[in-house]
């Protein structure tokens, strides 16, 4: 890993090309108001910043009060994002039709969720009844009364509790406009209010948005099986043409992926002296790609710029969230095409295709040619590390089931039940779960608090899932492959053997959290015992985006303890710093537990869930 | 309590029942003071087997027991629980050693404690043949005396071999249950430390065949939980002792099925708690995956191979079930295991009695499987085995398939005793037999009356049937990942191998790409391998690396490459049992095709037997293929060639047989309407010249394509 990083370094000198490592330096040290969360600039009368003599912003607001607000914004910017990725999707499903770009994969979802919110489906048209079902779910964003739909999948504990705290989510436009407003100058400055609304925007986005956006998906694109892919930088091929995919949204990777598969462009590929054409993912994208057609994933969030540093690409096209604007002037340092396809991530040094349904075939063709046309144009200087993992993804809820249902026995137990995992969980035989989740963050070695959590939590007997930026990490240290089990303790190794699994599962892109979701929601039902109470929690080591603490809320929010490596930036309040901890614990019986060094995070995490056991007496 | 506690506390009581037995010993005897077991060279086998070290005296047996005690770590975790429950075993061990020390013969009379090495000799050929499909451990007493005799009973008859510790013993010898090594049933003893005996089997297995090495803990684990098909059943109450026992047994990969239900935890295979102490067998066996070997089946007639080929004629006939006259179907069909009940068979209308002799009756077979690796694309492969396993019974045909069957039951087979229901056993056994690895229940429903017939052969069998049509058709060579060779023929031609995609079925018109893929999953080391699609060469021809590769490997190296698409270059190689031939016509710069069933002449002046002489076993001969009927309409037939519009003649039945698909390629490859009408056969000519005239006044579009050669 480290000597990959130095051979792309050498590229990126050679290029005269700037990565995040220079600006990182450049941007070193940081501003402490900022990393503080204490610096206010919500109106014109600041800046504002907290000092020591200086202990409130011009109106009056305190550092709480500007800590909170910012914290909160943090919070409406993650949820914007994730939820407004759930409603392309939506758009997507509302436009499907049987002769066009995007039909329907998984009839069988829909119809479940049409039975879910009440459509009607005897004697109709599938795609009729997906039309409906996708108006109800755009409606979702700014319906004016009531409280979202997929609340009703939660436990009826954590229902009547979040009714109770009066943090059920409305519609989801709604409550990030409600952040917008009540951090206007002027409205609250009571840092628990602007928590409690921080979950409830949370809320929205993991029981909203992003739910849609996975469960949208999967009936668009089929829900994931368990299938083997490839990851890291070296799935790059050195005589095909590169094309990279990256972003969050699958809607225009799946047809650039349908494209590179059609025989004329092959074809075309050919006679352009290439092998064939090769589709690599990097972030999301490639988790939601690799999870329903096993395409290969270069990587993760940091290892953007890497990819490009090889001189190997050719083509690299972006959607939405955690593209970087420096991969426009990166890409000029090579012959790499830089192509943006979204309205929502415009970014200078790059071609705009605008991503329509309708027509995204042939849109996707014309990018895949425009690839294959700039094979020719590669420079004899390409470095590929030759460093590549195999690993097993696809693990939806329901691919879990169906691995659990071959370890039941029909003489005792129900098919399609978490049963079996709550029995393991119950004996000791595993001790618990942890949710991985999250990004890379330049402030700690990449990747490295990822893999260290996860090759404890194993060795202890704790089984993981993740998504998104910590799922690639995994791949990449292969710790999705089934061989992982021998790095596993007895109990779980006997898991990964009797059911087939690799230790760690990868679940999908961050929007899939909500299965994760699902996930712990099921296992709390299965189990009678509330979420709060599951030797289950959450873990982010290495976040850096909104939408990470969008995430952390509904996840506390839902329940679940959530384990932070890189700390919030919240720290020049101390009342918001207990909020964030214990105050939430208080409220929804879980909160942050925060350490920015990984063993001791990791260790924290397996005396959390230790405690929570005991207190179940088991 | 935990679970874990309950390990920890029984081995506890183990550990010190050991440690107080090897004082009272030391004591009475010194620590010079021989220690063995009779006929073992392996000591103290369980001992020796986790601490590679060989016990001779009671002085070196009172310091093994630190050794044990070091194994029984106590942090909470799944480790402490399996090396504590393998210690629990190794007290178990000492105590039993004690016993010999203490007397020269401490088993006698209904118990038979220690085994030889010879006698684990015996057991080594039938566990590997499967002919011992399971070892039982039963832990008791059983609910009764009768329970407990039946439980034996039943495992016997199964093959198992069945190990006893405990009340069990005398509940056996009280109910009279022959107990010896001959039948395969070992009443170790009646202290739970005998269970060491049993332990000492499986352990000197893994020594003796599995060739692990003394000492290599991960090694023993991994030889018995992988080979060793054992399996306890355990009777409430579960002492703590029992638990920490099971721990050991669990770490070495066999199961615990108990009644407990007071302070007990499930664990998915591995301790399965049963309430119900008659359907222990049937838990036990899931629960170890263990699938018994079906040799009787209940019919009143033979089955076997040699009557295959039976005909019975309508004199012989009492009784005709004919699809083409009645409403009759087969069907296969894939449910979730909890759906079945195995081995269930039903008659749901009137018996073959109610029908007058030589009269006919409507049929519908459904067959339900279930099974952990089952998938709904292997039903075809089952139901197309239903014709061959009712040819096998004397006096029964039968042909076709689907909604269209024919089954004939001769006079004598009815006089026999044949009746109705026995077809669902001899298809229940067979199809539990030949797929034992992924039918782990059955059950057949043989539906009579007509009218319930008529209503499922239209509203679930013919849906059904199309439902897979539907998949068959949406599957083209380019929208799957990989495609199958299938060598089922090498045993009579060796270097041919047929690789089976999507758009090109096999050779013999019997292996589709569904079917090829169901076998190989079926059986990964068996007749279809994966052939990925990678190195694309040559799209036109259908060309890949990959396909190129498992040729050479699968051929012997006999072939170096083959094409998909073409006839011209490196056409693909016959076996012998192709359905059809393809040749070329140079007159018409067409091929003609000829069917096996077709006995006359061709425009080529040879017939199908000569022109399959020119190719066959395996060689490639350009210009000649041998392809499956299904084929024809392919839009991959002869692609690289300019694909069906090069077809000039085929006898007038296999026309026929192949219009509707033929029509529809041509019309979507070139637009052309009817294009079999433009095709010669033999009521229109058999002679070449005459052909060419035929094929000039239709406009054949041959006519206008390239040269082949």
Redesign the interface.
Known sequence: MEQNAQLLREMAAKAGAETWEDRKKNQTPQCKFGEDGICCRICSMGPCRITPKASKGICGADAHAIAGRNYVRFIAGGTAAHSDHGREIAHVLHVSSRDGNYIIKDEQKLLRLAKEWGVATEDRDIYEVAHEVAEIGLMEYGKPFGTLRYLERATEERQKLWEELDIAPRAIDREIATVMHMTHMGCTADAEALVMQGMRTGLSDGWGGSMMGTEFSDILFGTPTPIETEADLGVLEKDMVNIIIHGHDPAMSEMIVAAS???DI??YAKSKGA??VNIAGLCCTANEITMRHGVKMAGNFLQQEGAILTGAVELIVVDVQCIFPSLGPLTKCFHTKFVTTSDITRIPGSEFIKFDPITALDQARDIVKMAIDNYQNRGSNICIPQTKQKAVVGYSCEAIIKR????????????GTYK?LV??L????L?GAVGIVGCNNPKVRTDYSHIEIIKELIA??IIVVTTGCSAQAAAKAGLMQKEAKELC????K?VC???DIPPVLHMGSCVDISRILMLVTGISKAWNVDIAKLPIVGCAPEWMSEKAVSIANYVVASGIDTYLGIEPQVKGSAQMMELITEGTRKMVGAGFIINTDPHKLVKSMIEGI?AKRTAL?? | MTLIDRVFRGSDEMYELAVKATQEALDKFGADKAVSFPETAYSLPCLYSFTAKKITTLGELSAALEDIKAMMTRERRVKDVFSTGIATALSAEVIEAIKYVMEDNPYTGDYCGHLSDAQIRELGVPLVTKDIPGVAVLIGPAPSDEEAAKIIRDYQSKGIIVFLVGGIIQQAVRSGVNMNFKVRILPLGEDLSAVAHVISVALRAALIFGNVPAGDYEGMCKYTFERIFAFVNAYAPLSDMTVACGGGAIALGFPVITNETENIWRIPKSLIVQENTEAFVETSLEARDIKIKITKVDVPLCLAPAFEGEIIRRGDMQIQIDGSKNNCFELAMAKDLTEIEDHKIVLDGPDFDAIPEGGEMSMGIIVEVGGKAMQSDFEPVFERKFHNYLNCLEGVMHTGQRDMIRIRVSKAAYAAGFRAKHIGEVLYAKLKNDFESVIDKCQVTIVTDPDKVKELRFNLANPAYDKRDERLKSLTDENVDKFYSCILCQSFSPSHVCIVTPERLGLCGAVSWLDAKATNELDPNGPCGVVTKGGLIDERVGKWEDVNQSIRELSHGALDAVTLYSIMEDPMTSCGCFECICGIEPFSNGVIIVNREHGGMTPLGMTFAEMASMTGGGVQTPGFMGHGKHFIGSKKFMKAEGGVARIVWMPKHLKELTATRLNATAKELYGIDNFVDMIGDETITEDAEALLNFLTEKGHPVLGMEPMM
């Open positions: 598969n059609q025989s092959i074809d092998r064939g659990l249902d071959t370890v039941t026995n029909s003489h005792v137990d129900e098919l079996p029995e393991c119950e004996s000791g035989v001790r202890n007997d303790g007895a109990g779980l006997r053997e009797l059911a230790e007496g088991i």
